[in-house]
Every structure is written in structure tokens, then in C-alpha cells.
């Protein structure tokens, strides 16, 4: 290191200042003041060559500046370096069209998912359906029954926001006796963040008029699975959606196309996808989908249904499983954290196992029951270390450790797992998942 990277590296201890709580966490001002050059910045900076900084383009220049670049596309892609950030797929064994694919959130950084990297789950493949034919009907106990075409709702005042949809299995491999040696997409990529635009579901709800004695609604989809789960009649008339475009375009199908149901905070199964009905009933109407499933078994036995705002839940995706910490030195800890019950008030990170915790900057801006990115320098010693974050949301409510979250339950039971992710990080700089 010469002399322009001493005093580089002098200045950015100063303005990181002292570690804030133990194994290296620095102050998040250094993200709220607008961040600061770390090491490998500084390192490389003094060493630039002459052709880099050339001011023209000549023989030195790199290949990409000596020849026209390629023609516009109708549709755009990835760059050919990012052809391996895709879905990962977990799928059922003899049972076409059944299982999952998971967003790779250790290799995304920001809030925002990718249409085309946002999470799936299937029980009997992906529907072809003919928009112009599809319908939505409204029944059951209204003073109207009413039915939409697609055509019929784009004509409809809509809104846009902002929503996670997780699915209730999602991290329910951490219920297992040994950590599972998997990424974060692995662990927990049933899980992914959109912009959503549709009509709110009030909207056609008034239009149809609820009868009093109206308290549920069966919600089915058009797959060949038949999906149909029963939602309370208070969430939609509060903030649901039926979604007609993600991230600006159309629905994919895979996501439901030409329409969904969007529940925000309520766990992804209730979302229904292919939505081809909402029937307005007096109670739930315990479906196949919300019996053989997504309930969660009790100590005496017994099984709770309808949990269905998620709770409070963070994971440090960077540094996590599957990457290797190039040497001691200065790092950035980043990660996602989101609530089925509104904003995420604060993360905290610690990199001592819990002893001690620092406060980690969030992205701006914080959306209610959307996924926030939070952020915090770290000064890795090159000793063994164990990475952990915890959100705590807008009603104060704390994401557990395993330990507690487990006890509540029966073994087995995998569903709503909301409980802190641990990162052990060994001297080589190899990181694992670890529940101690």
C-alpha cells in the first residue's frame, strides 16, 4: 500500500468511525450520508492505467468502443454475463406441473423482482387461458351477482403499489434438526417483491352490493388444480387488488394472467391466481387448499388455520451461503426484510451471534407490506463470526430466533417460519448456514 492509499484508508476509518457493536459493525451514517470509497475502491483507484483514462478512443481502447454495438430488440434481456441468475426449481416427484421455482435473491440486490425471476408455485402447471373469454364472476350471497371480462375491468379506475407475496412454506426448510447447506434463493426464494396495478376489489364488491349476512369469500382460480381458498370479507374490502399488470406489463402467466387476486401481507397461496370467481358466503368454506395444507400443527394436536398475515422477517443476503469473503478488511452486510403488518420500522444486524446488535440503514423509500432493503458497513477481522439480522415492524412486533419459533409448534410443522437466518463465517472466509 503507498502513501495515496494510507491516507485513502485513514480517511474512511475516520469517516466510518468506531465499530458501533461487536465483530466489526461500523455506524450506518456512512450510508446515510451518502456512503464512503472502501478499501478495494481506494486499492484500485491509485493503480489506473493510462489507456483507461485515455480521453478518446484509440488502439488501446477497449473492444466494446472499436465497433457498432448490436441492433435493437423487440423484447429486452440480460446480459449474456447475468445468463446465470435464474429461478431455482424444486419440484415434485411424479406429479407434473406440482413444486416450485425460487427467486435468487444472493444474486439481486435492491427491493424489486424481476418479472421474470419472480417466485412460482404450482399444484397442476401453468394454465393457457384465453384472455378474451376469461371472466370474473361475483356471487353468492350479493344483492347483484356481476360478472367482468378483462376487457370490462381495464376500463375501471386502477392503482399501483408496491407488495411482497411470500408463499407459507417459504424458509421452512430451517425447521429441519440440521441446517440445510443451501443459498438464499434455496432457503428462502418463495418469496419476491412487485409492483402490482389493478382494480381494488371494494370497488366491484360495492357494485354487487354485500348482503349483511356476508362475512367470507370463496376466491377460485382457473387452473386444472381447481385452487379456491376463503378470505375475509373485511381484508377485501380494505387493500386488495385484482391485478391486472406487474412491474408495468401484464400479468405473466405464470403469475395468473390475465388476472389475480392480491392480498397484501397475507401469505401466497391465498393470492389466487386465474382468479375465475369470488363467491361472498357466510364463513370459511375449508376447502382441500386450506385443510391438507398451510395449517399449523399444534403441541395438543390440534391444527390452526388461517394465519394468514405473515410476521416480521429478515435475511442478510450479502455475505451469505455460497460466497467466500475475500480476506479481512471492509465489507457491506445488506439484506431484505418485510411484514405482513405494514412497514418495517427497523433492522438490526449483529456479527457476534446476537450479543450485541447496530442498527442498519434502510433504503428509502419504506412501503408497507413491501420488501426494504437495509444496509450496514462491516470490518471483517478475518476471525470466526456468526451473521444475523432481526426486522422489527410498525406494531412493534419482533422477528424470533428459531428457538422460541420452534416451541410453539409440533415437530413438522414448517408453515409461516419467520424466525432469524445465522451466517457462520469461518476464518477462511466460507460462509454456512448455522442455528448456533
Not at 412460482?120 to 360478472?147: C, F, W, Y
Not at 389475480?260 to 375449508?286: A, C, D, F, Q, S
Not at 457491506?332 to 427497523?346: D, K, L, P, Q
Not at 408497507?368 to 437495509?374: G, I, L, P, Y
Request: aromatic share 8%.
Amino acid at each position: 500500500m503507498d502513501g495515496s492509499d494510507k491516507r485513502a484508508m485513514r480517511r474512511l476509518e475516520s469517516e466510518l468511525g468506531e465499530p458501533v457493536a461487536g465483530g466489526g459493525l461500523l455506524h450506518r451514517r456512512a450510508f446515510l450520508r451518502g456512503g464512503v470509497a472502501f478499501a478495494g475502491a481506494v486499492t484500485v483507484a491509485a493503480k489506473v492505467n493510462s489507456a483507461a483514462a485515455a480521453p478518446t478512443i484509440g488502439a488501446e481502447s477497449p473492444l466494446s468502443m472499436t465497433r457498432p454495438g448490436k441492433l435493437f430488440t423487440g423484447y429486452g434481456v440480460p446480459a449474456r454475463s447475468e445468463e446465470g441468475v435464474r429461478r431455482l426449481f424444486a419440484l415434485v416427484a411424479n406429479r407434473e406441473g406440482a413444486g416450485t421455482s425460487r427467486t435468487p435473491w444472493h444474486m439481486l440486490n435492491g427491493s424489486i423482482t424481476p418479472s421474470g425471476l419472480h417466485f412460482e408455485r404450482h399444484h397442476n402447471g401453468v394454465p393457457d387461458v384465453d384472455a378474451s373469454r376469461h371472466t370474473l364472476l361475483i356471487h353468492g350471497l350479493v344483492k347483484r351477482p356481476l360478472v367482468f371480462t378483462l376487457a370490462t375491468l381495464q376500463r375501471y379506475p386502477m392503482e399501483t403499489r408496491i407488495h411482497f407475496i411470500e408463499c407459507a412454506g417459504n424458509s421452512g426448510a430451517l425447521t429441519r434438526p440440521d441446517p440445510a447447506q443451501d443459498t438464499v434463493g434455496g432457503l428462502h426464494g418463495l418469496l419476491s417483491c412487485s409492483e402490482w396495478t389493478g382494480v381494488p376489489v371494494s370497488v366491484l364488491l360495492d357494485e354487487a352490493g354485500i348482503d349483511p349476512r356476508g362475512k367470507w369469500v370463496l376466491a377460485e382460480g382457473a387452473d386444472a388444480a381447481g385452487m379456491s381458498r376463503s378470505v375475509p370479507l373485511a381484508k377485501l374490502q380494505d387493500d386488495a387488488m385484482i391485478a391486472l399488470y406487474q412491474n408495468g406489463e401484464a400479468v405473466r402467466p405464470e403469475q395468473g394472467y390475465p388476472m389475480r387476486l392480491l392480498l397484501p401481507g397475507y401469505e401466497g397461496n391465498i393470492n389466487v391466481k386465474w382468479l375465475r370467481r369470488l363467491k361472498v358466503t357466510e364463513g370459511p368454506m375449508h376447502t382441500r387448499d386450506e385443510t391438507s395444507k398451510y395449517t399449523e400443527l399444534m403441541p395438543d394436536g390440534k391444527a390452526r388455520q388461517f394465519t394468514l398475515p405473515l410476521g416480521p422477517k429478515s435475511v442478510i443476503t450479502h455475505p451469505s451461503y455460497g460466497m467466500k469473503i475475500q480476506g479481512p478488511g471492509y465489507y457491506e452486510i445488506s439484506g431484505i426484510a418485510w411484514s405482513g403488518a405494514g412497514r418495517v420500522r427497523t433492522v438490526e444486524v449483529s456479527a457476534d451471534g446476537g450479543v450485541s446488535w447496530a442498527t442498519a440503514a434502510l433504503a428509502q423509500p419504506v412501503i408497507s407490506k413491501a420488501v426494504t432493503r437495509f444496509r450496514l458497513p462491516w470490518r471483517w477481522s478475518g476471525q470466526m463470526t456468526t451473521l444475523l439480522s432481526r426486522a422489527i415492524d410498525e406494531t412493534g412486533d419482533i422477528q424470533p430466533l428459531r428457538k422460541p419459533w420452534m416451541e410453539q409448534y409440533a415437530p413438522g410443522q414448517g408453515f409461516h417460519y419467520n424466525a432469524m437466518q445465522l451466517w457462520a463465517v469461518d476464518p477462511l472466509g466460507n460462509v454456512k448456514n448455522t442455528y448456533a
